[in-house]
């Protein structure tokens, strides 16, 4: 089973500033990687997908690098709106994708 | 317009069985994998498993395999996620999510609470 991991498990960010959230897989998932964010009471929702894609409609102050083992997603200037929990997930192995446990974005 | 709707909370007592339901509209349900993902009170996100509901194909995270079962019709293009036996641990939101490049529709979660 890949194991994910993310950091850190917490990040206080005043708005408008630059966060920087960081995910490791165990071993190598490719470019297979997404990124979402959870809001208090919702369903996840996707941001990114193949590691560096915005899905529809997330806007561009949301990026995502990476690839291998190493990933980050950068939010440029936090609105309001942003804070929230962060999972990354590997999806190259089909059978068995595995969620990190989360960064969470609060108000510095 | 792609829709997983999930059917609605449920209270359950320990020792009870229960079936929980994902409906998908809007796209050809026999072409995606669903999948099903756990959340506990507090808690992240855990991938529980999937299938794939042309053929019914199903693979289990080792973490759940023989605590739950995931089934789906077709013919109504509604999957399902199954317990025998319920558990208070198994007190939790539960997703179900089509796959494609990760996860890129989610139901609105059925709440399950197991409390004597």
């Known amino acids: 089973e890949i194991v994910m991991t993310q950091s850190p498990a917490t990040l206080s960010v005043s708005p408008g500033e630059r966060a920087t959230l960081s995910c490791r897989a165990s071993?190598?998932?490719?470019?297979?990687l997404a990124w979402y964010q959870q809001k208090p009471g919702q369903a996840p929702r996707l941001l990114i997908y193949?590691?560096?894609t915005r899905a529809t409609g997330i806007p561009a102050r949301f990026s995502g690098s990476g690839s291998g083992t190493e990933f980050t997603l950068t939010i440029s200037s936090l609105q309001s709106e942003d804070f929230a929990v962060y999972y990354c997930?590997?999806?190259?192995?089909?059978?068995?994708?595995?969620f990190g446990p989360g960064t969470k974005v609060d108000i510095k | 317009e792609v829709q997983l709707v999930q059917s609605g909370a449920e209270v359950k007592k320990p020792g009870e069985s229960l079936k929980i339901s994902c409906k998908g509209s809007?796209?050809?349900?026999?072409?995606?994998?669903i999948g099903w993902v756990r959340q506990m009170p507090g808690k992240g996100l855990e991938w529980m498993g999937i299938?794939?509901?042309?053929?019914?194909?199903?693979r289990y995270s080792p973490s759940f395999q023989g605590q739950v079962t995931i089934s789906a019709d077709k013919s109504i293009s509604t999957a399902y996620l199954q317990w025998s036996s319920l558990k208070a641990s198994d007190t939790a939101m539960y997703y179900c999510?089509?796959?494609?490049?990760?996860?890129?529709?989610w139901g609105q979660g059925t709440l399950v609470t197991v409390s004597s």
């Open positions: 999510a089509r796959l494609r490049t990760g996860v890129d529709y």
């Open positions: 809007g796209y050809s349900f026999t072409s995606y994998w």
């Open positions: 299938i794939y509901p042309g053929d019914s194909d199903t």
């Open positions: 071993q190598s998932v490719s470019s297979n």
């Open positions: 193949g590691a560096s």
């Open positions: 997930q590997q999806y190259n192995n089909w059978l068995l994708f595995t």
